[in-house]
């Protein structure tokens, strides 16, 4: 009765774990090939990761134009040696650095590296007016730009000044000048060589509030140029007459005084003040601004007329008024005729 059931369990045990159990993969035999696969997976991706990363940087080198090792003048250049090795990455072989000794200068013939995509640097070019030093970097053939100056000189002249390289050609050609910033007075004078590289000119300007510029026209060794404006206002004068004589004598001189006065703040007068009178006229020079004039009634007298004019810059003419009457009774009276004796009485 007890031997059958032991037999069935033995039987149980061998289909259990027999000859044909064994033909069963376990779970410890599936972890192990799982992570060999995974092993290999990733070995596999960092040798493709580092393989790029070469090939990247090797590219990227061949672009760049290689930089010359510099150092600090005031640095003593030292070598490095015994450098430890270094490792870029798991799986790639060391790599050694190369030792290298720092420069004091660049060698000759030395050319900046320009770096993929940057622009190029171009050679500085010549200031205008700055020497011939700047002329010869520009290079042959090239313009410099010269310094056009304006100075007005009193009787209404302006002289234009044209400055090129010192110690070159001075510039040629003709100047433009232009007055007044509305209903503008236009000359166009020509430019005369002088010394040190220097040019002038000069033109005679009509009278008003002057705003004065001058345009060079440029040349074959220099550029057009504008000057800065000179600015030249005109000032107000005040003209009086007196004292006139009372009743001068018909024949005889007198004389008249006349005053002009700025009326503010302005340069030295250096105009004429003109007595206009029976038909003559008298002119002198203003002075220290009082003058005077010596007048003669040749026949009933009448207005006086003073004028302050010839000042390039002072408003005018400026004129006032006077009357002038001579003396009525001018005859001597010892010429007078005698009267006649009456009748019946002795002479």
Known sequence: MHERPRARR???????????????????????????????????????????????????????????????????PTASTDLPLTTPGDGLPAVAPTATTPTDKPAAGFTPPVRPGAPASSAPSARAGAGPAAAAAAGPGAKTRPTVTLAYVRGGTITIRASGNTGGPPPSGTVTVTDGESLS????????????????????????????????????????????????????????VGPIPDQPRRGQPFTITAQVSPTGPGPALVGRVSFQFEGRRVAEPVGNGSVQASLVVTGNGGIVTVTYDDDDLYRGPLTTTDSIVPFAFDTDPSTLPTAAPAPGTNP
């Open 185 to 240: 007075d236009v000359y166009t004078v020509a430019l005369a060589s002088g010394q040190g590289g220097i040019s002038t000119a000069s033109v005679h300007v009509a009278k008003r509030d002057h705003v004065i510029w001058a345009d060079y026209a440029g040349d074959d060794r220099y550029t057009p140029t504008r000057s800065a404006t000179l600015r030249q206002p005109l000032y107000a004068v005040s003209i009086t």
């Open 10 to 76: 033995r039987h149980a045990q061998t289909r259990i774990f027999g000859p044909r159990a064994a033909a069963v993969p376990t779970t410890t035999t599936r972890g192990r090939r799982g992570l060999s696969l995974l092993c290999g997976l990733t070995a596999l991706c960092v040798a493709m990761v580092a393989a790029c990363s070469a090939t990247s940087i090797d590219q990227d080198n061949s672009a760049l134009t290689p930089l010359a090792a510099t150092a600090d003048e005031s640095a003593s």
